[in-house]
């Protein structure tokens, strides 16, 4: 399990007001937010769905997650909800985070980290390959963590820019002990995404989680 969000950047002259990790600024009214956000794609559901949880009085336009970022620096949007490396770079540009999502969800709940992806199998293959496969799954992050030399010299490779101490950083954001094993933390922050966004009519029906 994945426990790190996406940032929002936000302009609003040079050092503009910018969300990060799912958040900038952009001009609000009476406390709202109304600016055109850039998330990555509707697709990008937790990231947004998560946006639309912290607040859904915006418009949006939807763009490639790595253009968000220079479309508010370009002020053809007023902010962006900024995923991958975009999260450590954004004051680069001028851009000021308002709100971590990530840290906005876990002080609200107790703690609970913000689910950001997962693995889903078909439950027709049956137990015992659904095991083998959780199993290779498991076995392949946990030799990433513990070679992570290794591992970040590959990431450098697909880093978009990033220099060796920021993909070691990047890294460690998406990839810990959480991906190996949801436990009882991650579990109870996933129904608690998933409940939520239902009772907010966000998504059309509850999901009932199943681990393997």
């Keep these: 399990m994945r426990t790190r969000t996406w940032p929002i950047a936000m302009r ?3 050092t503009a007001p910018a969300w990060a990790t799912s958040t900038v600024r952009s001009s609000s009214r009476n406390g709202r937010w109304a600016p055109p956000l850039a ?3 509707r697709a990008s559901r937790s990231a947004f769905l998560t946006l639309q949880l912290y ?3 915006f418009d949006y336009e939807v763009l490639p997650f790595d253009e968000i970022q220079q479309a508010v620096v370009d002020g053809r949007v007023d902010a962006g909800l900024l995923i991958h490396e975009g ?3 954004y004051q680069d540009d001028g851009l000021v985070k308002i709100v971590d999502l990530g840290e906005w969800w876990f002080e609200r709940t107790g703690g609970l980290p913000l689910p950001l992806g997962g693995n889903i199998i078909r439950r027709d293959l049956g137990a015992d390959t659904m095991r083998t496969v959780s199993t290779m799954l498991h076995d392949s992050i946990a030799h990433a963590l513990n070679h992570r030399e290794a591992a970040v010299d590959y990431a450098q490779q697909v880093g978009r820019g990033l220099d060796r ?3 070691d950083k990047f890294v460690g954001m ?3 002990q959480l991906t190996l094993d949801y436990g009882a933390r991650g579990r ?3 129904e608690r995404f998933f409940s ?3 009772e907010q009519g966000l998504i059309p029906k509850k999901i009932p989680v199943e681990f393997v």
């Design 174 to 176: 998406y990839v810990n």
């Design 196 to 198: 939520e966004a239902f």
């Design 12 to 14: 609003c002259c040079r």
């Design 39 to 41: 998330p990555r794609s």
């Design 55 to 57: 607040d859904r009085s």
């Design 165 to 167: 101490k920021d993909t």
């Design 87 to 89: 999260q450590l770079t």
């Design 188 to 190: 109870a922050g996933l």
